[in-house]
C-alpha cells in the first residue's frame, strides 16, 4: 500500500512557464512534509518542506501548497529553468516525532529551453 | 563539508557473495539512515540509527540484510548472502537535531547482483 502517491511519473514543461508537481497521501496521521529533488547519479536534495498546521510555504522560485482535507500537495516552480530538470520526490512524516520518511515514487521533470 | 560519503559508488556481484556497502555521515550528525531504491517500490527506509543506536530496522527486508554503526563516523549495510532481487540504488543519510530536521543523502551505491 503506497501512502504518498505521485501519480505522474513525468511532466515535461517549457522554460520560463510553472511547473506544477502533485502529491497526493492516504495518511491522515502525517504533519510534515517534504520535498526532496533528485538528478542522475546523485542523491536526494532537500528543496522544500511545510507542517500540517500551513497551507503554503514559500522559498524563492519554490512554493508548496497543502490542502489537509484533500490529502494533496504541490509543488509550483516560477519560472522554471532548464537546470530545474530533474526527478522530484514528495516524502511525508508521521505525528509523533517519527523518524521514518515516507517517499512517492518520484515525478521526472524536463524544462525544456 | 564533504557531505554524506558512500562507497563502494558501484557494486557487481553473483548471487550468494556477501555485499558490504559503507557510510561516512556529515561530522555532526547524529543520526543516520539506510534506504534502498528500486523502481518498484522507490524509495524506501531500511533502517536508521540515532547516536549510533539501532532504532527502527523495520524496513529491513530479511535476515540476509544487516547494518551495523561502530562509531559516529561510520555505518555498514551488509547483506550476505546476496540475490539478484537485491539489486538497487543504495543510499545513506545523515541528520543533525530532531525528526523535522533535514537528511542529506549521500551519492548512493548502485548494486546489480548477478
Known amino acids: 500500500d503506497q501512502q504518498v502517491k505521485q501519480n505522474s511519473p513525468s511532466l515535461s514543461v517549457q522554460e520560463g512557464r510553472i511547473s506544477i508537481l502533485n502529491c497526493d497521501y492516504t495518511n491522515s496521521m502525517f504533519d510534515y512534509f517534504l520535498w526532496y529533488k533528485k538528478y542522475p547519479a546523485e542523491g536526494p536534495t532537500f528543496l522544500i518542506s511545510?507542517?500540517?498546521?500551513?497551507d503554503k510555504n514559500e522559498d524563492g522560485r519554490f512554493t508548496v501548497f497543502l490542502n489537509k482535507s484533500a490529502k494533496h500537495l504541490s509543488l509550483h516552480i516560477v519560472p522554471s529553468q532548464p537546470g530545474d530538470s530533474a526527478v522530484y520526490f514528495c516524502?511525508?512524516?508521521?505525528?509523533?516525532?517519527?523518524?521514518?520518511?515516507?517517499f512517492g515514487k518520484g515525478t521526472k521533470l524536463t524544462v525544456n529551453p | 563539508d564533504a557531505g554524506v560519503i558512500q562507497s563502494p559508488r558501484h557494486e557487481v556481484t553473483e548471487m550468494g557473495q556477501e555485499v558490504t556497502l559503507r557510510c561516512k555521515p556529515i561530522s555532526g550528525h547524529n543520526s543516520l539512515f539506510w534506504y534502498r531504491q528500486t523502481m518498484m517500490r522507490g524509495l524506501e527506509l531500511l533502517i536508521y540509527f540515532n547516536n549510533n543506536v539501532p532504532i527502527d530496522d523495520s524496513g529491513m527486508p530479511e535476515d540476509r540484510f544487516s547494518a551495523k554503526m561502530p562509531n559516529a563516523s561510520f555505518s555498514t549495510l551488509k547483506i550476505q548472502p546476496s540475490e539478484p532481487r537485491d539489486s538497487a540504488v543504495y543510499f545513506c543519510?545523515?541528520?543533525?537535531?530532531?525528526?523535522?530536521?533535514?537528511?542529506?543523502f549521500g551519492p548512493g551505491t548502485r548494486l546489480l547482483v548477478l
Open positions: 516524502a511525508a512524516l508521521l505525528q509523533g516525532g517519527s523518524e521514518k520518511l515516507v
Open positions: 543519510a545523515s541528520r543533525e537535531g530532531t525528526y523535522q530536521e533535514t537528511q542529506y
Open positions: 511545510i507542517s500540517s498546521i500551513k
